[in-house]
């Protein structure tokens, strides 16, 4: 199978490291705390744009540079792959899509040199624009994981969804999302639709 890779959200915990940094932001610069913390990124707080730039300034690179990959993923996509299935990384990161810098460092390199250091393997890497849905389509993805509430509604369209499950998306349900918990529990996932997907080809 062809299975589509999330990075924030997916390869990484991206939420408790916003949880955390947003904190130390608002204790910082005099700020109250958060809006609703379940809301997704920086929705958990009632910020304007240049507040959120601001923010992405001081704490944005440290995150993409710094943040651990989750436990296990390494171990399973390699893991996936040895299975021969195909592993893309689908990511709509922050700067990404147009190759765009921050504090002159390009992020899409920053993200690829996290990718080395991490040891997460793929064949193939994209960055593009919420919905991913043209990607996914153009790759033949046959299965995606990934976290965003707000792009599910595109992508349940098209494709399976392995929905990782995060706070701020436990409410969504829909007949083509497979809610999973951590990197083992995907395997196991993977393991049980690829039954099923060589038995109907």
């Not at 046959?142 to 929905?163: G, Q």
């Amino acid at each position: 199978m062809n299975i589509g890779i999330d990075i924030d959200g997916v390869l990484t915990n991206d939420d408790d490291y916003i949880l955390g940094f947003t904190s130390k932001y608002c204790y910082e610069n005099n700020l109250k705390v958060f809006k609703n913390a379940n809301l997704y990124e920086y929705r958990k707080l009632n910020w304007d744009e240049s507040t959120i730039n601001d923010y992405r300034n001081k704490y944005f690179l440290n995150y993409v540079k710094n943040e651990p990959a989750r436990i296990f993923a390494s171990e399973v996509i390699k893991k996936l792959r040895e299975d021969g299935h195909k592993i893309f990384i689908i990511s709509a990161r922050h700067k990404t899509a147009e190759n765009g810098k921050m504090n002159n460092e390009s992020i899409r390199e920053c993200t690829l040199n996290w990718l080395r250091k991490n040891d997460i393997v793929y064949d193939k890497i994209i960055f593009t624009k919420p919905p991913k849905v043209k990607e996914i389509l153009e790759n033949k993805i046959n299965l995606m994981i990934e976290d965003s509430p707000t792009t599910i509604n595109d992508l349940v369209k098209v494709v399976k969804v392995l929905y990782y499950d995060t706070r701020y998306n436990r409410e969504i349900k829909h007949e083509n999302i497979i809610r999973v918990y951590s990197w083992y529990d995907i395997y196991m996932k993977i393991n049980s639709i690829s039954k099923d997907f060589r038995g109907n080809k």
